[in-house]
């Protein structure tokens, strides 16, 4: 299940027309970074745009947002192995996680 969650979103932000943000971030893996705004202010659009931006493959990210509903009704050790599975699945531990 956690695993066609995860295929299921990346075939979704691929087909996602996302524009250009005023914000940035500093792109880096050493520190963690927080987006945080109202409901509905446009937070997952940024996550998007950072990831078709920065022309992340399949392989570099995970991306799981926890007010979807199929993932919620996941049982919790499931979700918890979403790391474990996407290595599984590309060979690699993500390099980013959003």
Do not use: W
């Not at 202010?41 to 931006?53: D, Q, R, V």
């Amino acid at each position: 299940m956690i695993d066609e969650y995860m295929l299921n979103k990346k075939e979704d932000i691929k087909n996602l027309t996302v524009y250009q943000r005023e914000t940035s971030f500093a792109n880096t893996k050493e520190f963690v970074i927080t987006v945080v705004g109202p409901r509905r202010a446009g937070k997952s659009y940024y996550l998007y745009h950072i990831i078709k931006s920065n022309k992340l493959n399949d392989d570099e990210y995970l991306f799981l947002n926890f007010e979807d509903e199929s993932l919620r009704s996941m049982p919790r050790r499931e979700v918890l192995s979403c790391v474990a599975k996407h290595t599984e699945i590309y060979g690699k531990q993500p390099e980013y996680v959003f």
